[in-house]
C-alpha cells in the first residue's frame, strides 16, 4: 500500500476573476476532503492550491494507492429477538442475517466465524445484541480519486453555470460547469491516474502562457514538479498566492524610484491576480489637467473600469501616475504602457465632463427632481423619505444642541447627488461627490462635510466628533431607514438583510457612543434617548404606513446588535450583566469596563454569588417588597452590621456613579463582602415571624439596588 503526492489540474477556459480565488481553495480542500472520507488521505496530509485565470489544480502530499482495508461492524439484532429459549437461532434472525448476504453463518451459530467475517455478540449501550463483524476493502485510487474529484466540482461556489458540448460526446451531449473546461492532469507521483471528469481524459498534458510560454503543450513529468515546470516552460506562475505576492512586490519597486505608493486595496489586488498568469508591472501617465477632478473619481475610474494602480504622494494626493500589471513582459514595453495611456485618458476625459456638467446645476435646484425617484413602493419616493429625515434631524438637533438650521439644510440637500451624471455612473460616489458639489455651490462647509460623511461606516475607537451635523444627519437618515424598513416588515432574517439594517444600527449605536462622550468632557449626560428617539421617528411617518410593534422590537434589536459587537470584547457574562437593565446606550462601554475591572477583585466571585441569591429571595417573596428596612425590628447583629454598612458604602457608591465614575462605584461594593456574608451565615429570611420576615426582605432589597445600579452582578456568578 505505497503513498505517492498526487496532482490534479483542470485546465479551462478564462474563469471569472472575482470568484477565481474561492474556486481555487474550494476546489482543492473538497478533493482533499474526498479522497480523507474514503480512506486515500492521512489527516496530516499537506494541501497545497494553483488558481490562475485558465487553471484550477491542487496538490496533496501521501495520497495512497489503494486505501486500507476497513472493519465494519453492522448491529442485525437483539439477543433476545435473535435466540429462543434453547439458544438457537431464530428464523428472525436468519432473515437478518440474509438482508446482509451471510446467512451461511447463522447456521454456524454460536461458532459464526467465516474467514474475516463473523457474527458475535456485545452490549449496544441498552442490551446485549448480535453483530457482524466484516472487513471491506479499501478503495483504489481510480475509483475513489473520479468520485472525489465529481463531489469536489459539484461543491464549487460557481457564480454562473455554462453549458457546452461534451468533449467526448457525439455533439448532443452537454456538461454543466463554470467554462469549459480543455484537459485533466491527475498524477500521482509519476503515474497517470486514469480518471475521468466532465468528459475528459486524466493525462499530463497542460497549456502554459498564451503568448510566452517556451514549450506547448507543457508535460508535466511528475506532481512535484507542475509548479517548477509552469514557470519554467510555460511562464506561468501557478499558485495565486505566490502571483499575488509577487504584483505587490512588483508594485512596491515601480513605485519606490518615484517616492510613491500605491492605492492599498486587497480586493483590487485578488481581482488582477486572478487576471495575469506572469504579471509584469509598468508605469503609466496622465494629463496633471485631469487631477481638477476630485480624485475619489479618478482612483474610482481607474481601479473599477480598467484595474490599474494609482499612484498617491506621501500626503494621500492622488499623482498624474499610476501602474498597469500586464500579462506579458516586451523587450520594449512602451508600446504596452502607451496603448494603456491611449485607453485610460477618454475614461478620465468621461469623469471630467460629468464633474463639469454636474456643476451646473446647484443641489439645491436637483431637491425637487427626487420626488419622481421611487424609495420603495410601500414608503414613497426619496423626496418623501427626505422630508421624514428632515424632521428627524431638527429634532435631533434640538436635543444634542446642533445648529438646527444647517441640519435641515444638510438633510435637504444629501440625496441630491443621485440625479448627478457622475453618481449615476459611479454609485460608490454617493454622498462624496454631494459634499464636493455643495463646497461649489456655497453652502456652509459643514453642511458640505456631513453630506460627504453620510455613508461612512468604518469609524475606529479613537475618532471623535468634529462636526454636530454629520452626527445628526446620519442618526436621521439611519433612524428613517430603520423604523421604515422594519415597519413594513423587510426585518433582516438568518444571513438576508438586504437593507443593511444591522449595519444602520451600528451605525446609531456609534454616534450615541461619540456624542456621549462629547457630552462627557462638559461632565453632562447625553440627552438623547433611544426610545424617545424612535417614538419621534415612528411619529414622521404616515399614520397606517407602518405595521407591527415597531417601537419595542426596533429597540431590543439595537440592543442586540451592540452586545453581539460588544461580546468578543468584554466577554458573555459581563455583557449580559450591564445589558440586563438597557441601560443608555452611551453609557454601554463604560460600564462594561467597570464590570471587568470588578471581576478582578478578590470579592467579586462571593458577592455575585450573594447578589444573585438576594435576587432569587427577593423574586420568590410573597407581595411588595419593602423598599427600606427598620432598624428597630433587627434581632440579630449581623442584620445591624450589614444595614450600617450600606449605609456607609451606598452613598458613596451612588456619588460614584452619579458623576460616571462606574468603576469606582463598583469598587465601593467590595467593603459589603464581610458584611453580606455574615448576614447570610447567621440570619434566617425567611423567619416565622412576618414582620422580622419583611424587614429582613426590605434589607435584601437595599442591598440589591446598592449593588445593581451599574449592572446585574449575578451575572458573574459561576
Not at 374 to 379: A, C, E, G, R, S
Request: hydrophobic letters at 45%; a negative charge.
Amino acid at each position: 500500500m505505497s503513498k505517492q503526492n498526487l496532482l490534479v489540474e483542470l485546465f479551462i477556459e478564462e474563469l471569472p476573476p472575482k470568484a477565481l480565488k474561492k474556486l481555487g481553495e474550494s476546489f482543492a480542500s473538497h478533493l482533499y476532503e474526498g479522497l480523507k472520507s474514503r480512506g486515500l488521505a492521512g489527516t496530516d496530509g499537506k494541501v497545497t492550491s494553483f488558481a490562475s485565470p485558465r487553471r484550477l489544480a491542487v496538490h496533496i502530499c501521501n495520497v495512497f494507492t489503494t486505501a486500507p482495508d476497513q472493519e465494519i461492524k453492522k448491529k442485525l439484532m437483539p439477543v433476545s429477538i435473535a435466540l429462543d429459549a434453547d439458544g438457537k437461532p431464530t428464523e428472525a434472525f436468519r432473515k437478518s442475517a440474509a438482508k446482509v448476504g451471510r446467512a451461511d453463518l447463522v447456521e454456524l451459530w454460536p461458532n459464526a466465524v467465516d474467514g474475516p467475517d463473523q457474527l458475535y455478540v456485545a452490549n449496544d449501550g441498552k442490551a446485549d445484541a448480535i453483530f457482524l463483524r466484516s472487513m471491506a476493502k479499501g478503495t483504489s485510487l481510480l475509483v475513489g480519486l473520479e468520485g472525489a474529484l465529481e463531489d469536489a466540482l459539484g461543491k464549487l461556489p460557481i457564480p454562473k453555470v455554462m453549458t457546452y458540448p461534451n468533449p467526448s460526446g457525439d455533439g448532443w451531449e452537454t456538461v454543466n460547469f463554470v467554462r469549459p473546461a480543455h484537459s485533466l492532469i491527475a498524477l500521482h507521483g509519476t503515474d497517470i491516474v486514469p480518471v475521468s471528469v466532465l468528459g475528459l481524459q486524466a493525462g499530463r498534458d497542460t497549456q502554459g502562457h498564451r503568448f510566452e510560454a517556451r514549450v506547448s503543450p507543457v508535460v508535466i513529468q511528475s506532481a512535484d514538479s507542475y509548479a517548477s515546470q509552469l514557470k519554467d516552460e510555460g511562464a506561468v506562475i501557478a499558485s495565486f498566492a505566490e502571483r499575488r505576492a509577487e504584483i505587490v512586490r512588483q508594485l512596491q519597486a515601480a513605485a519606490a524610484p518615484l517616492d510613491l505608493k500605491p492605492i492599498e486595496d486587497d480586493a483590487l489586488l485578488d481581482e488582477v491576480a486572478a487576471l495575469v498568469e506572469r504579471p509584469n508591472v509598468l508605469v503609466g501617465q496622465f494629463e496633471e489637467a485631469f487631477l481638477e477632478v476630485p480624485q475619489e473619481c479618478l482612483i474610482l475610474t481607474m481601479k473599477a473600469n480598467q484595474k490599474y494602480f494609482p499612484l498617491l504622494d506621501s500626503a494621500g494626493k492622488l499623482t498624474n501616475r499610476f501602474l498597469i500589471v500586464s500579462n506579458i513582459s516586451p523587450a520594449d514595453a512602451s508600446a504596452v504602457i502607451q496603448g494603456n495611456e491611449r485607453v485610460v485618458r477618454p475614461r478620465l476625459a468621461d469623469a471630467k465632463f460629468f464633474f463639469d456638467q454636474d456643476r451646473k446645476k446647484t443641489m439645491g435646484s436637483r431637491v425637487p427632481g427626487l420626488a419622481k425617484v421611487v424609495y420603495h413602493n410601500k414608503l414613497g419616493s426619496q423626496g418623501d423619505r427626505v422630508e421624514r429625515v428632515r424632521a428627524i434631524a431638527r429634532w435631533v438637533a434640538g436635543k444634542v444642541g446642533a445648529d438646527a438650521g444647517l441640519a435641515d439644510r444638510a438633510v435637504e440637500l444629501a440625496k441630491a447627488d443621485l440625479l448627478t451624471d457622475m453618481v449615476g455612473e459611479f454609485p460608490e460616489l454617493q454622498g462624496i461627490m454631494g459634499g464636493y458639489y455643495a463646497r461649489h455651490d456655497g453652502e456652509d462647509e459643514r453642511v458640505a462635510q456631513a453630506i460627504a460623511d453620510q455613508y461612512l461606516v468604518r469609524r475606529d475607537e479613537t475618532e471623535e466628533v468634529s462636526n454636530l451635523i454629520s452626527e445628526v444627519l446620519q442618526i436621521a437618515d439611519r433612524m428613517e431607514t430603520l423604523v421604515g424598513i422594519w415597519g413594513i416588515g423587510l426585518k433582516p432574517t438568518g444571513d438576508k438583510d438586504p437593507f443593511a439594517l444591522r449595519r444602520h444600527a451600528l451605525s446609531v449605536i456609534k454616534s450615541f457612543q461619540l456624542l456621549g462622550a462629547v457630552f462627557a468632557l462638559d461632565k453632562a449626560e447625553l440627552p438623547l434617548n433611544l426610545e424617545e428617539l424612535i417614538a419621534f421617528s415612528l411619529s414622521v411617518f404616515p399614520a397606517g404606513m407602518l405595521d407591527g410593534n415597531v417601537a419595542e422590537e426596533l429597540k431590543l434589536f439595537i440592543y442586540e446588535r451592540n452586545a453581539n459587537q460588544l461580546t468578543p470584547v468584554f466577554g458573555a457574562e459581563a455583557v449580559a450583566a450591564v445589558f440586563s437593565n438597557l441601560p443608555p446606550l452611551h453609557d454601554i462601554a463604560k460600564r462594561l469596563r467597570a464590570v471587568r475591572e470588578f471581576a478582578l477583585l478578590p470579592e467579586s466571585p462571593s458577592l455575585a454569588a450573594a447578589n444573585k441569591r438576594v435576587g432569587n429571595i427577593l423574586k420568590k417573596a410573597d407581595g411588595e417588597v419593602g423598599g427600606t428596612a427598620d432598624p428597630a425590628r433587627f434581632v440579630e447583629a449581623a442584620e445591624s452590621e450589614l444595614f450600617a454598612a450600606i449605609g456607609l458604602i451606598a452613598p458613596q457608591a451612588d456619588a460614584a456613579f452619579a458623576a460616571g465614575d462606574y468603576t469606582t462605584s463598583l469598587q465601593k461594593l467590595a467593603a459589603l463582602k464581610t458584611p453580606v456574608d455574615a448576614f447570610f451565615d447567621q440570619v434566617m429570611v425567611n423567619a416565622d415571624d412576618p414582620a422580622l420576615k419583611a424587614n429582613r426582605l426590605a434589607l435584601l432589597n437595599q442591598l440589591h439596588r446598592t449593588m445593581n445600579r451599574v449592572a446585574d452582578l449575578s451575572r458573574l456568578a459561576a
